[in-house]
């Protein structure tokens, strides 16, 4: 018996049983999120069989189930950028009609020259197009397809098989029952650590009333564009709204808004204590901004099932507060409807490994360099009231180090739960960085197995040079 919340509940004693195998590979990435695509791909590339598993029905994590196109919002006419599987996103998808210009359509002669005296039009082209997150479903089974990669959706993974310290593959659960897959290397690319955790790796979580929020992001329609654009025009947000910079931010403009939030609170049509204060993406000619990022809830613990399952209906609820506030306080929106509600919350911080090397504050602020580089990442940190925006070419190496846990051989860990301390948190959690990590553990998990070592020990000047013939930069 144990007491959760005050309840006592009971403890079921499962019978041995024999599971069946469902697949073997030679690397297993478990999360199809931006570090999992990019590291099946990285490692595909590389020669070797790789099966890539996600539990929702669509590959893209954050950017399809949280609809968070905005991949390299970050970048300006300076930004120095890492390069390899993460441009290739934007390429194939603008080549695909599968992306956004987000400037393309304003008309006013003085916001586009403040646009491009920030570095964010240059020579008539944004430095940045917004993911159509829809059609990066799409863009997402190609890249899968294209790479040779074994896709698996719709698959849970809920243990690992751990023997000598080695991780040998992981327990799945689906509609097909409870079946393994083993693997010469795996990489966790939960986003949450789940496999590390499961294998007993060393970790770290903060108490959830210190983690970064949670946030359900919607979409809507029906919006007077022209309307709405002067009225951002007239009333532009800034960077300095919303986090301590380094001065050279503070004015550059963002998409900011809170004026019609704060107006439904003052009316009481929003309680006092709820935070709505949003970002919106993009615009299309039909009227519609397909993503607001605005929903942010606090001492939620994306590892904990009975708060995700409070943040999501909670979240819904809040929605429909700020689509009704929109349209009664904020021009262009008077026929708006809701239009989309993201599948999933997108979360920003739980688990961290214990890895290798921990990168710190410290390192991103002062453009680290290391000789064990998997890539370069800009200097670019957004949480716990900071915004420091990569404006005039700084950035930080990505060491090996942060991707390789303690304790467990073979297994590798990309994206926002690799090891690093509270402020680079900020920094590595960024889609940029996440596939900066999830391509550096594809190549370093194939070349492993190739030369028959362990990862910890693999030859980094070999992924090096493998991640350099995949268009990565890593100095």
Same mark, same amino acid.
């Given at each position: 018996?144990?007491?959760?919340?005050?309840?006592?509940?009971?403890?079921?004693?499962?019978?041995?049983?024999?599971?069946?195998?469902?697949? %073997?590979?030679?690397? @297993? !990435? #478990?999360? +199809?999120? &931006?570090?999992?695509?990019?590291?099946?791909?990285?490692?595909?590339?590389?020669?070797?069989?790789?099966?890539?598993?996600?539990?929702?029905?669509?590959?893209?994590?954050?950017?399809?189930?949280?609809?968070?196109?905005?991949?390299?919002?970050?970048?300006?006419?300076?930004?120095?950028?890492?390069?390899?599987?993460?441009?290739?996103?934007?390429?194939?998808?603008?080549?695909?009609?599968?992306?956004?210009?987000?400037?393309?359509?304003?008309?006013?002669?003085?916001?586009?020259?403040?646009? %491009?005296?920030?570095? @964010? !039009? #240059?020579? +008539?082209? &944004?430095?940045?197009?917004?993911?159509?997150?829809?059609?990066?479903?799409?863009?997402?089974?190609?890249?899968?397809?294209?790479?040779?990669?074994?896709?698996?959706?719709?698959?849970?993974?809920?243990?690992?098989?751990?023997?000598?310290?080695?991780?040998?593959?992981?327990?799945?659960?689906?509609?097909?029952?409870?079946?393994?897959?083993?693997?010469?290397?795996?990489?966790?690319?939960?986003?949450?650590?789940?496999?590390?955790?499961?294998?007993?790796?060393?970790?770290?979580?903060?108490?959830?009333?210190?983690?970064?929020? #949670?946030?359900?992001?919607?979409?809507?329609?029906?919006?007077?564009?022209?309307?709405?654009?002067?009225?951002?025009?007239?009333?532009?947000?800034?960077?300095?709204?919303?986090?301590?910079?380094?001065?050279?931010?503070?004015?550059?403009?963002?998409?900011?808004?809170?004026?019609?939030?704060?107006?439904?609170?003052?009316?009481?049509?929003?309680?006092?204590?709820?935070?709505?204060?949003?970002?919106?993406?993009?615009?299309?000619?039909?009227?519609?901004?397909?993503?607001?990022?605005?929903?942010?809830?606090?001492?939620?613990?994306?590892?904990?099932?009975?708060?995700?399952?409070?943040?999501?209906?909670?979240?819904?609820?809040?929605?429909?507060?700020?689509?009704?506030?929109?349209?009664?306080?904020?021009?262009?929106?008077?026929?708006?409807?809701?239009?989309?509600?993201?599948?999933?919350?997108?979360?920003?911080?739980?688990?961290?490994?214990?890895?290798?090397?921990?990168?710190?504050?410290?390192?991103?602020?002062?453009?680290?360099?290391?000789?064990?580089?998997?890539?370069?990442?800009?200097?670019?940190?957004?949480?716990?009231?900071?915004?420091?925006?990569?404006?005039?070419?700084?950035?930080?190496?990505?060491?090996?180090?942060?991707?390789?846990?303690?304790?467990?051989?073979?297994?590798?860990?990309?994206?926002?739960?690799?090891?690093?301390?509270?402020?680079?948190?900020?920094?590595?959690?960024?889609?940029?960085?996440?596939?900066?990590?999830?391509?550096?553990?594809?190549?370093?998990?194939?070349?492993?197995?190739?030369?028959?070592?362990?990862?910890?020990?693999?030859?980094?000047?070999?992924?090096?040079?493998?991640?350099?013939?995949?268009?990565?930069?890593?100095?």
């Amino acid at each position: 018996m144990f007491s959760y919340r005050g309840k006592i509940m009971n403890i079921i004693e499962e019978p041995s049983r024999k599971t069946p195998v469902l697949a %073997e590979t030679d690397v @297993l !990435i #478990v999360g +199809g999120g &931006p570090a999992g695509l990019s590291a099946s791909i990285a490692a595909a590339r590389e020669g070797v069989n790789t099966i890539l598993i996600e539990r929702y029905g669509c590959f893209g994590g954050v950017i399809t189930q949280a609809m968070i196109g905005t991949i390299a919002w970050y970048r300006y006419a300076k930004t120095v950028d890492a390069g390899g599987i993460g441009l290739e996103f934007e390429t194939l998808a603008k080549s695909m009609n599968g992306s956004i210009n987000i400037f393309g359509n304003v008309k006013n002669k003085d916001m586009v020259k403040t646009l %491009e005296e920030e570095g @964010l !039009i #240059v020579n +008539g082209e &944004p430095t940045y197009e917004v993911l159509d997150t829809e059609m990066f479903k799409h863009i997402a089974d190609k890249l899968v397809q294209d790479a040779n990669i074994t896709p698996l959706l719709h698959c849970s993974a809920v243990d690992a098989i751990i023997e000598n310290q080695t991780i040998k593959g992981i327990i799945t659960e689906s509609k097909s029952g409870r079946q393994a897959i083993l693997a010469k290397r795996v990489i966790d690319a939960t986003g949450d650590a789940d496999i590390a955790f499961h294998s007993g790796v060393p970790f770290r979580q903060s108490p959830k009333n210190e983690l970064m929020g #949670v946030t359900v992001n919607w979409g809507c329609s029906g919006i007077n564009i022209g309307k709405f654009l002067m009225y951002v025009y007239l009333n532009p947000g800034s960077i300095g709204d919303w986090g301590e910079t380094t001065g050279k931010e503070e004015n550059s403009f963002s998409t900011y808004l809170v004026e019609p939030f704060n107006k439904a609170k003052e009316a009481g049509e929003i309680p006092k204590d709820v935070n709505i204060e949003s970002y919106w993406t993009n615009y299309t000619d039909a009227g519609e901004i397909t993503s607001f990022n605005g929903i942010h809830m606090k001492d939620i613990d994306p590892t904990n099932v009975w708060d995700l399952t409070q943040a999501e209906i909670e979240g819904r609820k809040r929605v429909l507060w700020a689509v009704n506030a929109l349209k009664k306080y904020t021009p262009g929106f008077k026929k708006a409807r809701l239009r989309t509600i993201g599948s999933s919350l997108g979360t920003r911080e739980s688990r961290k490994i214990i890895g290798e090397y921990e990168i710190t504050e410290h390192d991103i602020r002062n453009e680290a360099r290391f000789d064990n580089s998997i890539g370069i990442c800009p200097e670019f940190i957004d949480g716990y009231g900071i915004a420091v925006m990569p404006t005039t070419g700084r950035y930080f190496q990505v060491p090996y180090g942060i991707i390789v846990p303690q304790k467990i051989e073979n297994l590798l860990v990309a994206g926002r739960c690799v090891a690093g301390d509270k402020i680079s948190h900020a920094a590595t959690r960024q889609i940029c960085c996440c596939m900066v990590t999830g391509q550096g553990a594809g190549v370093a998990a194939a070349i492993s197995i190739k030369d028959n070592v362990s990862c910890r020990d693999v030859n980094i000047t070999k992924v090096q040079e493998a991640l350099k013939a995949q268009d990565v930069r890593i100095e």
